[in-house]
């Protein structure tokens, strides 16, 4: 499996960035799809995810500004930021999530860093 990540960099506070990740060689059934981050000292936290019905999860902090959808067809993740604030910036991980007999197993794209200037 090889997750590509594309669409970080520095952007102002109140700025948009687009997040993109292209998801190929897959061989099993995807539960779920969509990004984590890691602030500097801080753990991975979900960001948001997209379901295979098309549900979505957000993290509290990022809801009404954040959207995330799927391309089904070319196997991409875009995660739409808007209305950025300093304390989004961090580094952004795609992942694809399969559960197989209930046990679930992650893949993970290289990481791409945002940074929100005040």
């Known amino acids: 499996v090889q997750l590509q990540a594309s669409g970080g960099g520095l952007v102002q506070a109140g700025g948009s960035l687009r997040l993109s990740c292209a998801v190929s060689?897959?061989?099993?059934?995807?539960?779920?799809m969509g990004w984590f981050r890691q602030a500097p000292g801080k753990q991975r936290e979900l960001v948001a995810g997209?379901?295979?019905?098309?549900?979505?999860d957000y993290l509290d902090s990022v809801k009404g500004r954040f959207t995330i959808s799927r391309d089904g067809a070319k196997n991409t993740v875009l995660l739409q930021m808007n209305s950025l604030k300093p304390e989004d910036t961090g580094v952004y991980y795609c992942?694809?999530?399969?559960?197989?007999?209930?046990?679930?197993?992650?893949?993970w794209g290289q990481g791409t860093l945002v940074t929100v200037s005040s």
């Open positions: 997209i379901n295979n019905d098309d549900s979505t």
């Open positions: 060689n897959i061989f099993f059934s995807i539960n779920d």
């Open positions: 992942y694809v999530r399969s559960v197989v007999l209930g046990t679930p197993k992650f893949y």
